[in-house]
């Protein structure tokens, strides 16, 4: 099975320009995360979504942050405009709900940003 | 406050020593979920384990093995002999159901392990 794919791998841009996250959870899955993860502050959930929902946005750092969920397939994670600070690595996840799974969420292999 | 702490930032040991990697966490609810996940040098985090607050017994998988103690607020993970491929970041997590019942995992800060030839 395909596990939670995110592009792009890598990505070194300018401040000031816009920066899109791109994820597809595992098939079947109901919930979505983003987390960050940064020397500073560690793993940091940023928002999650329930049935392409957003849920929980509180982690958000700003409003130059936005993420979208326009059907269960597909998620984006925008930055506009980007600053050198945002550099970190950005985590897509998501799991199925219940006590089978145990609530597992399963990530992503991270979208690494730098910002020159 | 922290709900999950990994007082370890780094270890260090030499190829075949045992280890052991402590969590501590904090959580008033009766049902939460513990898990621990690997993150190796590539990056990725890979889920290992996960424990629900209702089975206390200990699990063994190969050289790993994890110790939940309700009673110390403890999940540790012991890695017996080992190699160079388990350097890596460890994390420990939580996911309660007091946030409207959503068990949305909170991550502990991660112990570096690196194991020596």
């Known amino acids: 099975d395909a596990g939670v794919i995110q592009s792009p791998r890598h990505e070194v841009t300018e401040m000031g320009q816009e920066v899109t996250l791109r994820c597809k959870p595992i098939?079947?899955?109901?919930?979505l995360f983003w987390y960050r993860q940064t020397m500073m502050r560690g793993l940091e959930l940023l928002i999650y979504?329930?049935?392409?929902?957003?849920?929980?946005d509180s982690g958000m750092p700003e409003d130059r942050f936005s993420a979208k969920m326009p059907n269960a397939s597909f998620s984006t994670l925008k930055i506009q405009p980007s600053e050198p600070r945002d550099s970190a690595v950005y985590f897509c996840?998501?799991?199925?709900?219940?006590?089978?799974?145990?609530?597992?969420?399963?990530f992503g292999e991270g979208s690494w940003l730098t910002v020159v | 406050a922290q709900k999950v702490t990994q007082a370890q930032t780094e270890i260090s040991v030499v190829e075949k020593e045992d280890v052991t990697l402590d969590c501590v966490y904090e959580?008033?609810?009766?049902?939460?979920?513990l898990f621990w996940y690997k993150q190796p040098p590539s990056g990725e985090l890979v889920f290992l384990i996960r424990?629900?607050?209702?089975?206390?017994q200990n699990e063994i998988s190969g050289r790993y093995s994890w110790n939940f103690q309700k009673s110390t607020s403890s999940f540790n993970f012991t890695i017996t002999a080992s190699q160079v491929v388990d350097s890596a970041v460890y994390f420990c997590?939580?996911?309660?159901?007091?946030?409207?019942?959503?068990?949305?995992?909170?991550f502990g800060r991660g112990t570096s392990l690196i194991v020596h030839p």
């Open positions: 997590a939580l996911s309660e159901g007091a946030s409207g019942g959503s068990y949305i995992p909170t």
């Open positions: 424990r629900n607050s209702f089975d206390e």
């Open positions: 959580t008033r609810d009766t049902t939460y979920y």
């Open positions: 979504f329930n049935n392409n929902v957003p849920i929980d």
């Open positions: 098939s079947g899955h109901d919930y």
């Open positions: 996840a998501s799991r199925t709900r219940g006590v089978r799974s145990g609530n597992t969420i399963y």
